[in-house]
T-cell receptor
Framework: GENVEQHPSTLSVQEGDSAVIKCTYS??????FPWYKQELGKRPQLIIDIRSNVGEKKDQRIAVTLNKTAKHFSLHITETQPEDSAVYFCAASISRGSNYKLTFGKGTLLTVNP | DGGITQSPKYLFRKEGQNVTLSCEQN?????MYWYRQDPGQGLRLIYYSQIVNDFQKGDIAEGYSVSREKKESFPLTVTSAQKNPTAFYLC????????????????FGPGTRLTVL
């Protein structure tokens, strides 16, 4: 089955700096890559996603890039703020027939220091 | 945040007991999912269901059972066969119809924290 590796497991940055989280996936048939943010004690929420027919997607301070050849994708957060502190999860999905299940990475704890 | 609910928020169980976690959604979503979250392990899929009266095992189904008798409900039973059930359990749902452009996006419930005493 699909395997998703996520790095780093923890990341600490100063407010205003950029943060980058990287993920790799194993199945070249994967075609959907979402990123979820989970604040302490709360549910994960989708912050951005990208499909395999697109190389980059941006939403204000957040961007995601995808390299299908290398089978990796990354989350970029610019001008970080303390409220960006959370656990971030990447995921990959293979839509074969009627199957849309997600495989998640193990998460990255991002701490933004004021 | 509304639309998918889980109960109870906290659950305590004695060893050897079965417990059932509730998950309800009023989003008219076709697919529902159960995940287990442990520190440093990410989200691991237990079971999922894409239509009523049908479900599939995920990556860690042993010791768990589910049912999908209604579109809006997907309860998870943690049986005594689950050797290490203490964890945070998350339910999610998503649109599944082919007409939806957002069919992949999963919406999560607030979770149930299960502790085995």
């Amino acid at each position: 089955g699909e395997n998703v590796e996520q790095h780093p497991s923890t990341l600490s940055v100063q407010e205003g700096d950029s943060a980058v989280i990287k993920c790799t996936y194993s199945d070249s048939a994967s075609n959907y890559f979402p990123w979820y943010k989970q604040e302490l004690g709360k549910r994960p929420q989708l912050i951005i996603d990208i499909r395999s027919n697109v190389g980059e997607k941006k939403d204000q301070r957040i961007a995601v890039t995808l390299n299908k050849t290398a089978k990796h994708f990354s989350l970029h957060i610019t001008e970080t703020q303390p409220e960006d502190s959370a656990v971030y999860f990447c995921a990959a999905s293979i839509s074969r027939g009627s199957n849309y299940k997600l495989t998640f990475g193990k998460g990255t704890l991002l701490t933004v220091n004021p | 945040d509304g639309g998918i609910t889980q109960s109870p928020k906290y659950l305590f169980r004695k060893e050897g007991q079965n417990v059932t976690l509730s998950c309800e959604q009023n989003l008219n979503h076709d697919a529902m999912y159960w995940y287990r979250q442990d520190p440093g392990q990410g989200l691991r899929l237990i079971y999922y269901s894409q239509i009523v009266n049908d479900f599939q095992k995920g990556d860690i189904a042993e010791g768990y059972s589910v049912s999908r008798e209604k579109k809006e409900s997907f309860p998870l039973t943690v049986t005594s066969a689950q050797k290490n059930p203490t964890a945070f359990y998350l339910c999610a749902s998503s649109l599944f119809g082919l007409a939806s452009h957002r069919r992949h996006e999963q919406f999560f419930g607030p979770g149930t924290r299960l502790t085995v005493l």
